[in-house]
């Protein structure tokens, strides 16, 4: 089996930069249409929450059919769901074994802090299409934030002797100094600005003026104020979690 290795790792995120970039483009097309967030605002026979919630939980009872929430890097939002029809994979035991899921925080800044600076305000009726949008983009930011486990876990094998002073103090302001790369979360926040003018041109005749689907600045703060705090946040709960035990949950259902 070959070990976790931090460069690899990084290699991964940068990728997911692509998923993440293009699903909040597919969703800026529409407007904010809070009625998809809201209880009761689209009634849905046999179903008490909300429409978004409908359609989360459809989805992710499909996924859960074909094994997507056995593998190490994928978090539902939901619980109780059906047992994969495949058969089960041994995968390689990289990460300490742990229930962190910080999906419910992720879902409600995604709802109330993210879609208000992506889209326009105002209800232009496209239920289904936003929805559809919205679960690509929670699927996408679960995954890459909850990645720092992984990282978390590389950092600890190459200075366990720290860690495990940092670990065994408490000490959640020492662990996310230590574990902070400031250089190179302003290269990220660049990449991700200059992916996001790449892709989102909206590409016209007068290639004088340069217009965006998506404002590059604003993909450039999501990552800094929310995707790179919420990953270390995964990162720290992971590091203090009992390496011998289970760590602790936060799902949305």
């Not at 969703?27 to 409908?54: E, M, T, W």
Request: glycine content about 4%.
């Amino acid at each position: 089996m070959e070990p976790l290795n931090l460069n690899n790792l990084r290699e991964q995120l940068i990728r997911q930069e692509e998923t993440i970039i293009f699903a909040m483009i597919e969703r800026a097309q529409f407007k904010q249409n809070r009625a998809i967030y809201q209880v009761g605002s689209i009634p849905i026979a046999n179903h008490s929450g909300s429409f978004l919630d409908y359609l989360l939980r459809e989805t992710e009872a499909i996924h859960s059919r074909v094994r997507r929430y056995t593998s190490p890097d994928e978090h539902p939002f939901f619980e109780n769901l059906p047992e994969p029809v495949l058969p089960l994979i041994d995968y390689p035991h990289l990460i300490q074994p742990n229930c962190i899921n910080i999906n419910s925080k992720i879902c409600n800044i995604y709802m109330n802090e993210i879609i208000p600076v992506i889209c326009s305000s105002g209800d232009d009726e496209n239920y289904g299409s936003s929805a559809t949008c919205d679960v690509s983009c929670l699927q996408a930011l679960s995954k890459r934030i909850h990645y720092g486990k992984f990282i978390a876990e590389c950092k600890y094998q190459e200075k366990p002797d720290l860690y495990q002073g940092l670990i065994r103090d408490g000490d959640s302001d020492g662990i996310l100094k230590t574990l902070t790369n400031k250089e190179l979360e302003l290269i990220l926040l660049k990449r991700v600005k200059m992916k996001t003018a790449t892709y989102g041109q909206d590409i016209g005749v007068d290639s004088a003026r340069m217009n965006y689907k998506i404002n590059p600045e604003t993909i450039a703060e999501i990552y800094e104020k929310w995707l790179i705090p919420l990953t270390k946040e995964v990162e720290i709960q992971y590091f203090l979690t009992d390496r011998t035990q289970n760590g602790v949950t936060d799902k949305h259902i």
